[in-house]
């Protein structure tokens, strides 16, 4: 009797036991390999690794919970970032506020394109990427470009009790998300929605207002992770986050957020961050090369999107 | 001929084939303006020939996954297999001689076939499964290649010149669209593949073995992926990139989204692909020389797709979507 109540705690957290299991092991294994992993200048660079990866995760995790999903993520991040190092020197800070509203905006065009003219998610989000990209293209014309300005490098690299402060916004984005999640109304629309929408229409929500508000959301949360991420980084070019769509999504997944929707959610995704950007580090630390890395996490990816998926209550999968 | 009865008919003919294809039209308008505004470097030869080698490379990529997107679902693991298919026939090349080509095919189809069984057996979205299985297979390239490009001589019979301007690759491409159109336009299995893009609850119902045909897609999407890839190999020139370029990635979906298939399944297939294509690379082509400076190409093709996504989803208004 005792086994089997055992045994159903661990149907139904599959996914979470799963990932907390997997982060376990693979951080132990890496401090076993390499002793200077969890080192305090060890720390420093798992927690640069892992800020403004996590700060876009929480807003592709708000999507992909609702059952949707937003590519242009990556784009826009590259965007927010392009914009503050090359207006940087004209309207000094403000650069930040345009920022994000550029990519808010761009996630408001994401969640009309899906939810009003009813383009299949990731298509809208995919053609929104490209226009990003062309954007960030024309901008920058491809050159390489470094900020000197202190005072916007200072909101990322001031350090605070050992820790430098880009992981402390990261992880008040990733508290205030848990809490939007589950203490608004929105964020529990988004649960309705992601697990049947027309049921959740039914019940008199607003889909389409909370549809549109959720590709926002994820839209500012990838402005504010490229502006720390250039606040971090002091420099770049269009390069910027070239083979992270496929890290960061995997992370979301691997937090136990299914791609089915309805299920996940935020506080989950620090675990799926962790997982991947501490491998991510752990196999630089080790001089493996990012190609090797891209095998790996394309194979955690898939690995996880089958085990986080409940089959017995997904009928059709697109 | 003067007859205008008769005249009147084959205007009426042409009228239903572009109601069938409202591309065909934007096509069409696009080559006159593009000519009137740049007579004398649109219509050269060299261009002309430039947009059907562009039309190859496109069509190449696009035709498995435009038969897949009836079905609903979506593969981008072209890329992939053109890619790791490439590397693998010069690991092979110094063992097998010329029969290493074949290797890529192989690839195309054991891929189509596992990604089948894990989108059908595990439910996993196929966009997202299929770009993981790219990105994957993009990093072993790159691993199996030793971080140089390679190149691999003797196959460039395969695109030797037969007739000026026109690429060679264009006649090795034709049997490939002939299938693809055959198998979806004239056989039960492409009535299937409509049937369970449309309504796939339905098509249970209706004693259709889903699972069966939606992995037979993936199969027949990966092997023509494969097939095409051989001379997509030469007609680049012998040697496949060592990085994945989502640009790469995203032109041949535009192409199918110009042929005014969404993605949403029952609709579009390959002879819509075609025109699509063609009508890209007519855009692409025109822009490309008419501009001034080429970083915002790619912003006014991204603008592009988003509109023509718009247009073509507008008859969608009482679906659910994800």
């Known amino acids: 009797m005792a086994q089997s109540t055992i045994f159903r705690g661990f149907q139904e957290n599959r996914a979470t036991i799963i990932s907390v299991v997997t982060a376990i092991a693979i951080i132990s294994t890496f401090q076993i390999i390499n002793p200077s992993f969890l080192s305090p200048q060890g720390r420093i660079t798992l927690v640069y690794a892992m800020s403004y990866f996590l700060i876009a995760a929480c807003g592709l995790t708000m999507v992909i919970m609702m059952g949707s999903f937003d590519f242009s993520v990556v784009s826009l991040l590259k965007l927010a970032a392009l914009i503050c190092v090359l207006y940087i020197d004209d309207i000094g800070l403000l650069v930040i506020p345009l920022a994000l509203l550029v990519c808010t905006g761009f996630g408001f065009i994401n969640g009309l394109l899906f939810a009003r003219f009813k383009v299949p998610s990731f298509l809208a989000t995919l053609g929104m990427s490209l226009v990003a990209e062309g954007l960030a293209l024309y901008l920058s014309r491809g050159f390489l470009y470094m900020i000197t300005n202190r005072t916007f490098r200072a909101l990322s690299v001031t350090f605070i009790g050992g820790l430098p402060s880009i992981f402390y916004w990261a992880l008040g984005i990733w508290a205030v998300s848990i809490f939007v999640a589950f203490c608004t109304p929105f964020g529990r629309y988004l649960y309705a929605i992601g697990g049947n929408p027309i049921a959740a229409s039914l019940c008199g929500v607003n889909v389409v207002k909370a549809r549109i508000n959720a590709f926002m959301l994820s839209g500012f949360l990838s402005g504010l992770a490229g502006v720390l991420y250039m606040a971090q980084f002091g420099g770049g070019s269009i390069e910027i986050g070239a083979d992270m769509s496929i890290p960061l999504f995997a992370s979301v997944v691997a937090g136990g957020t299914s791609l089915a929707g309805g299920t996940g959610g935020p506080h989950r995704t620090l675990l799926g961050v962790i997982l991947i950007t501490w491998t991510q580090a752990g196999m630089s630390m080790l001089a493996m090369g990012n190609d090797i890395q891209l095998v790996i996490f394309a194979i955690i990816a898939i690995g996880m999107s089958i085990l986080t998926t409940n089959r017995k209550s997904v009928s059709v999968v697109k | ?322």
């Not at chain 2, 110094?94 to 290493?100: H, I, N, S, V």
Request: glycine share 12%.
């Open chain 2, 1 to 322: 001929m003067n007859d205008p009865k008769k005249k009147h008919k084959s205007l009426l003919a042409g009228a239903k084939t572009i109601r069938a294809y409202p591309p065909l039209l934007i096509t069409i308008v696009l080559f006159i303006g593009f000519s009137i505004l740049f007579p004398d470097r649109f219509l050269t030869p060299m261009n002309l020939s430039s947009i059907l080698g562009q039309f190859v490379t496109i069509i190449l990529f696009a035709l498995g996954p435009s038969m897949v997107v009836t079905t609903g679902s979506l593969d981008l693991s072209y890329i992939g297999v053109w890619m790791l298919g490439g590397i693998l026939v010069w690991r092979f090349t110094p063992l097998l001689g010329m029969a290493a080509i074949l290797v890529i095919p192989l690839l195309g189809l054991v891929t189509g076939i596992l990604v089948g069984l894990i989108q059908v057996k595990a439910k996993v979205p196929s966009f997202i499964l299929t770009l993981s299985v790219s990105a994957g297979y993009a990093g072993l390239t790159s691993v199996l290649s030793e971080g140089y490009p390679r190149v691999v001589r003797g196959y460039e019979f395969l695109t030797a010149k037969l007739i000026p301007y026109v690429p060679t690759a264009l006649l090795w491409t034709m049997p490939l669209i002939i299938v693809a159109v055959f198998v979806m336009r004239s056989t039960k299995v492409g009535a299937y593949f409509y049937a369970i893009g449309s309504n796939e609850e339905g098509a249970r119902l209706a004693g259709i073995n889903i699972d069966r045909y939606k992995i037979l897609a993936f199969t027949m999407s990966g092997l023509l992926a494969g097939v095409g890839s051989i001379i997509q190999f030469q007609h680049l020139g012998g040697s496949v990139p060592l990085t994945l370029n989502m640009n790469t990635l995203i032109q041949p979906l535009t192409a199918i989204v110009f042929g005014g298939t969404l993605l949403t399944g029952g609709s579009g297939g390959p002879d819509r692909t075609i025109i699509g294509t063609l009508a890209f690379a007519v855009l692409y082509r025109g822009l490309y020389i008419s501009l001034i400076n080429p970083e915002i190409l790619q912003l006014l093709i991204g603008l592009v797709l988003v509109l023509s996504i718009v247009i073509a989803s507008r008859g969608l208004k009482g679906v659910t979507i994800t």
